[in-house]
C-alpha cells in the first residue's frame, strides 16, 4: 500500500492514480481517509492529557491514602480524608471510562483509515503514459517477422485435436467449461517449456529457483496486493481457509515477508514454477475456443527484490530476460509499455510482451513485467538495511511471467504448423523432448 503521509501530502496525485486505474469505489474515499487521520490524532492528543490527569489523580489519590492512615483516632479528620479519596477516585474512573471510550475511537479511526489505504492502487511512475484503454499503450519495440504459409493453417484448438494433444471437451466433462487435458507429445511439450525457462533463469539470468507452495494464507495475499480487491476471483478452500493462488507472484512476494535484508544480499532474484488459478478467466464470451482463457494454467514466474536506487535497471533487465525466451523460441513478438489506464492495481509501471498468433491474427499478451516499487513491501513488511547505516527501508519488488503457458503453446503450435499437419519442436526444446524434433499423430 501506499505511505499514509505521501497520500495526504499528495491528494490530488493519489487520485489521479484511482482514476486512471478505474479504482475508485465506496472504499477509496481519499476525504474520508483524511477525517479518519485528523479523528485519530485528535482522540490521542485527549487521551494522552486525560491519562496524564488520572496519573496525577492517583499521585493525589496515594497522598491521601498516607492522611487517612495517619488520622486513625481522629473521627472528623478520617471523614474529611475518606470523602475527599471517594471523590478523586470517581474522578479517576470517570477518566477511564472516557479514555477507554477514545481508545475505542482510535481504534475505529485506524481501522477505517487502513481500510481505505488497502483499497487505495499504487501510483503510475512519471514515465507511465497517459491513456485509458489498451489502444493508448506504446510499443517500445518489436521482434521477428508474421509468419506466411502456403497452405491454410489451422487454429490451435484444431491442432491440438487432430493431433490428439489436446482434449477440451474430456476437460469440460471432467471439470466444466475452461478446463483442458494435454495429452502425450503436447503435455510433454508443456513440461518442456517449463523446465527450459527455469534452466535459462538459473544458468543466464541468476535467478535462484523456489518451487512454492500452490495454496496461500489471506495475509499472504494481502502482501502482494490481491487481497482486498480481487477477493471474489479466487478458488478458496474454507476448510483450511487457503487460496489458490493466482500466480507465483503471491507466494514468492512473501518469501521474505516481515523480515529485513542486508542491502548487500540485494538483489534478490527468484524463479518459481507453479499451477495458476483463476476463477474468472474461462467465463462465457471470447476466447472460449481452447486454451487461450482457461481456469487453470502453468506458468513460469520471475521476482526480484532490489533497492529503490535500482529498480528501474532490474526492471528493464527482466524484460530483457523474457524477451530473450522468446527470440529463442522464434516467435514473433514487441514490448508494449502500458498507459495510465490500462495498467494494473498495484504496479508503477508495466511492460507487456506479446506474441503474434497468426491464425487468430492477433497479439497475444504472454508477460507483464511490472515495478511495484515499495508498494507490496509496505503490504508484506518487507525491508533492508542501507550499507551506510541508515535506518531500514523498504524494497521494492518486480515480478514478470517467463514464461506463462497455455498462450506460448497456442502460438508455438500455430506458427510452427506444417503442410503434413505436424508441428516442429524449437530446436531449444529438442533435448526436453529426449530428441524429438516433431509432432505428428500417433
Not at 50 to 69: D, F, H, P, V, W
Not at 318 to 343: K, S, T, W
Not at 381 to 394: A, C, E, M
Request: some cysteine; proline content about 4%; glycine content about 8%.
Amino acid at each position: 500500500m501506499l505511505d499514509l503521509k505521501f497520500v495526504l501530502a499528495n491528494i490530488d496525485l493519489v487520485q489521479k492514480s484511482i482514476d486512471d486505474k478505474r479504482a475508485g469505489n465506496e472504499h477509496t474515499d481519499l476525504k474520508r481517509l483524511a477525517e479518519f487521520e485528523e479523528t485519530r490524532k485528535r482522540v490521542i492528543l485527549e487521551s494522552e492529557k486525560l491519562k496524564a490527569e488520572r496519573n496525577k489523580l492517583s499521585k493525589e489519590i496515594g497522598g491521601l491514602m498516607g492522611q487517612s492512615k495517619a488520622a486513625v483516632g481522629d473521627a472528623a479528620k478520617l471523614a474529611v480524608v475518606t470523602a475527599d479519596i471517594a471523590n478523586l477516585q470517581s474522578k479517576s474512573k470517570g477518566l477511564g471510562e472516557r479514555i477507554q471510550q477514545l481508545e475505542a475511537e482510535q481504534t475505529a479511526a485506524e481501522n477505517g483509515r487502513d481500510e481505505i489505504l488497502s483499497w487505495v492502487p499504487n501510483v503510475c511512475h512519471a514515465s507511465v503514459p497517459e491513456g485509458k484503454t489498451p489502444e493508448d499503450n506504446k510499443v517500445v519495440r518489436s521482434w521477428g517477422t508474421e509468419t506466411k504459409f502456403d497452405f491454410k493453417p489451422k487454429a490451435h484448438f484444431e491442432l491440438g485435436a487432430e493431433l490428439g494433444i489436446l482434449d477440451t471437451e474430456r476437460g469440460g466433462k471432467v471439470s466444466g467449461s475452461g478446463w483442458y487435458f494435454l495429452r502425450g507429445d503436447g503435455a510433454r511439450l508443456e513440461r518442456a517449456i517449463v523446465s527450459w525457462c527455469l534452466d535459462v533463469h538459473r544458468t543466464r539470468n541468476g535467478y535462484e529457483e523456489l518451487f512454492a507452495p500452490f495454496f496461500v494464507s489471506e495475509k499472504t495475499l494481502f502482501g502482494s496486493g490481491q487481497f482486498p480487491k480481487f477477493r471474489e476471483q479466487m478458488y478458496y478452500a474454507d476448510a483450511d481457509n487457503l487460496y489458490a493462488i493466482p500466480t507465483a507472484e503471491v507466494p514468492l512476494t512473501a518469501f521474505h515477508r516481515d523480515e529485513t535484508l542486508e542491502e548487500k544480499e540485494l538483489p534478490k532474484r527468484f524463479a518459481g514454477y507453479s499451477a495458476c488459478f483463476r476463477r474468472e478467466a474461462g467465463a462465457a464470451g471470447s476466447d472460449t475456443r481452447g486454451i487461450l482463457r482457461v481456469h487453470q494454467f502453468n506458468k513460469v514466474e520471475m521476482l526480484k527484490l532490489t533497492t529503490p536506487q535500482t529498480s528501474y535497471d532490474e526492471h528493464e533487465k527482466m524484460v530483457e530476460n523474457a524477451e530473450y525466451l522468446l527470440q529463442q523460441l522464434g516467435l514473433q513478438y514487441r514490448v508494449v509499455l502500458l498507459c495510465r489506464g490500462d495498467l494494473s492495481f498495484g504496479a508503477a509501471k508495466c511492460y507487456d510482451i506479446e506474441v503474434f498468433a497468426p491464425v487468430a491474427n492477433r497479439w497475444l499478451e504472454v508477460s507483464s513485467v511490472s515495478n511495484f516499487e515499495d508498494y507490496q513491501a509496505r503490504r508484506s513488511n518487507l525491508r533492508y538495511r542501507p550499507t551506510d547505516g541508515g535506518k531500514p527501508q523498504y524494497v521494492h519488488t518486480l515480478n514478470g511471467s517467463g514464461l506463462p503457458l497455455p498462450r506460448i503453446m497456442v502460438a508455438l503450435w500455430e506458427v510452427n504448423q506444417q503442410a503434413d499437419g505436424t508441428i516442429k519442436i524449437p530446436k531449444v526444446l529438442h533435448k526436453y523432448m529426449d530428441g524429438q524434433s516433431q509432432i505428428r499423430k500417433k
